[in-house]
């Protein structure tokens, strides 16, 4: 079946900005997370989603990050105002239990913000 | 705070070659530990998955071993292949109520032919 699908697969921005990523999860899990890989900071945990519970922000770098999930599928991520330190690949992953069960990654998003 | 390490960062061996990737965290309060790869410009695959409550786990040529106790694991790749080339990361799930992957920093491994 088809795995986890993330839009847009390169995107560049001007410093300032607002940007959305996308992110489709494998049909029927009911878990979302979304992690942020950059160079130096290696792979970072911002934000999951399960069922219809209140989303673990804890990884969240600042207020400018938001993330909402619709109809427990389809979760966009927005950053507003980006600043290159935002400049990253950003992976959404999915899984079909909270616990004990492989994350499902996409191929993820690579974001420049010049 | 839990904090995961791999050793070595980068890797060169020849075609053939057993090797043993090293990862260790610090908090042993684990629900599961799992192995990745990822190859340049592409997301990640998971290699193999450890529950808390065992030791190791196999798949072809991998073999991946747990020791919550010490805060260890390794992964064995037995007779290596050009193909094996990518970056290998672990990642463990923490206890209580968190449900996010701690990723370590991962291992650069490149298989000459």
């Known amino acids: 079946g088809a795995g986890v699908s993330q839009s847009p697969s390169n995107k560049v921005t001007e410093k300032g900005k607002d940007v959305e990523l996308r992110c489709d999860p494998i049909s029927g899990h009911t878990a979302l997370y979304w992690y942020r890989q950059s160079l130096g900071q290696g792979l970072e945990f911002l934000i999951y989603f399960q069922g219809n519970s209140a989303p673990d922000k804890s990884g969240l770098p600042s207020d400018r990050f938001s993330a909402e999930r619709t109809g427990g599928s389809v979760s966009t991520l927005t950053i507003q105002r980006t600043q290159q330190e935002d400049s990253a690949v950003y992976l959404c992953?999915?899984?079909?239990?909270?616990?004990?069960?492989?994350?499902?990654f996409g191929p993820g998003t690579r974001l420049t913000v010049l | 705070k839990q904090e995961v390490t791999q050793i070595p960062a980068a890797l060169s061996v020849p075609e053939g070659e057993n090797l043993v990737l090293n990862c260790s965290f610090t908090d042993s309060a684990i629900y599961n530990l799992q192995w990745f790869r990822q190859d340049p410009g592409k997301g990640l695959t998971s290699l193999l998955l450890?529950?808390?409550?065992?030791r190791e786990q196999t798949s072809g040529r991998l073999n991946a071993s747990l020791d919550k106790s010490s805060g260890r694991s390794t992964l064995y790749i037995a007779a290596s292949q050009p193909g094996d080339s990518a970056t290998y990361l672990c990642a463990v799930k923490g206890g209580g109520a968190t449900n996010k992957l701690i990723f370590g920093t991962g291992t650069l491994l490149a298989v000459q032919p």
């Open positions: 450890i529950q808390s409550s065992q």
């Open positions: 992953a999915s899984s079909p239990r909270l616990v004990k069960d492989t994350q499902y």
